[in-house]
């Protein structure tokens, strides 16, 4: 039986679920989660960091974004997380009173249509195969207003050699995580394939795709020196149209 995109959600989720306390443990000190991917939400989307704004953030995982939101001005009560993990979506709710979350794969979001301003996207759409990821930027199409934001965070594929290699491209791979585990990753090159879909689809690009390492992260010099070196994550910001 051929495995269709709804079971890869599923399986992705057990997978995390099997790994949550390791996953757990990582997830708030991450070097790039402090001092590429957090920064990178504060420089494209500062705009919106208000207490107005309604946001849905897919692939919630610990709800470290939710928190980060919170932190700059967004209301708990006006962020939905949605995951497929029941496990770290424990650990979100824990962690973040008044922040309701949805038990779901992110490729149809049960949520009502001209909803949010925001929906973002940190580190997740590597675990959705194309036919999944279409569904899921569909949905999010549907869920957002017009004139709303889509701002994800992806990791760059020319960072790994292993990923960079043409055969790999479009298939899933075995990747070992930062968390020190394994897990299938869609290998793509996320620009063409979301540019490209984006705009076919209701989006117009608004900014993005370099990140840029915070001088917070010379902390760890050799860290720093890596990611400041070779690219390690992209990020980019579009605009519903209509
Ligand atoms: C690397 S974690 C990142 C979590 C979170 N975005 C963050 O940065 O803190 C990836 C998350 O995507 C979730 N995920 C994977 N496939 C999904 C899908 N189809 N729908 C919803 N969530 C999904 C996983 O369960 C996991 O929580």
């Known amino acids: 039986m051929t495995e269709n995109s709804f079971d890869v959600g599923h399986r992705i989720g057990a997978l995390f679920d099997n790994q949550a306390e390791q996953y757990i443990q990582f997830a708030d000190g991450s070097y790039t989660w402090n001092?590429?991917?957090k920064p990178a939400f504060d420089r494209y989307i500062p705009d919106l960091y208000n207490s107005s704004?309604?946001?849905?953030?897919i692939g919630c995982g610990t709800g470290r974004i939710i928190?980060?939101?919170s932190s700059r001005g967004l209301l708990a009560e006006n962020i939905i997380g949605i995951d497929v993990s029941l496990?770290?979506?424990k650990c979100a709710k824990k962690g973040l009173l008044g922040a309701s979350f949805v038990n779901n794969s992110s490729e149809e979001l049960p949520l009502i249509s001209d909803n949010f301003d925001l929906v973002t996207s940190n580190m997740t759409m590597h675990y959705l195969d194309n036919q999944a990821l279409e569904r899921t930027l569909n949905a999010v199409h549907r869920v957002l207003k017009t004139g709303g934001t889509f701002f994800f965070v992806e990791s760059d594929p020319d960072y790994i050699p292993e990923r960079r290699n043409p055969e790999n491209l479009n298939r899933w791979l075995e990747l070992r995580t930062s968390w020190g585990t394994t897990l299938p990753y869609f290998n793509r090159d996320p620009r063409p394939f979301l540019t490209?879909?984006?705009?076919?689809h209701g989006f117009r690009y608004i900014r993005g795709w370099a990140v840029?390492?915070?001088?917070?992260?010379?902390v760890d010099l050799v860290k720093y020196n890596r990611y400041f070196l070779r690219p390690y994550r992209i990020a980019a910001r579009f605009e519903k149209i209509g």
């Open 35 to 37: 001092f590429l991917e």
């Open 53 to 57: 704004t309604k946001a849905l953030d």
């Open 67 to 69: 928190k980060h939101l």
């Open 87 to 89: 496990e770290l979506l």
């Open 196 to 200: 490209s879909f984006l705009i076919n």
């Open 212 to 218: 840029n390492i915070s001088e917070a992260g010379k």
